[in-house]
């Protein structure tokens, strides 16, 4: 299954991750993925299991280059205010 194979990712990228199926109040199925790591959690949830995965790779991943271009802007100010470039 596809699902199977962005956990399996999850995991190797040491990411501690989990699903439930919990049921709304129109007894439709709602998947609940969650991932967790250094002090990060993502939660998505969606009615499909795979959606659910793959939106919780999407926000991972969103996340990470967010967190890059921050990096990236603070080493620009700190060579700006010394006058060097890392």
Avoid at 19 to 35: E, H, L, N, T
């Amino acid at each position: 299954m596809d699902w199977e194979i962005i956990a399996t990712n999850l995991s190797r990228e040491r990411w501690d991750w989990g699903c439930i199926v919990s049921m709304d109040s129109k007894g439709r199925d709602i998947f609940v993925v969650q991932a967790h790591r250094d002090g990060r959690r993502f939660i998505v949830h969606a009615d499909e299991k795979l959606t659910a995965f793959v939106e919780l790779e999407r926000a991972i991943h969103k996340f990470a280059v967010g967190f890059d271009r921050v990096k990236y802007r603070l080493s620009d100010h700190v060579a700006a205010e010394f006058g060097s470039r890392p």
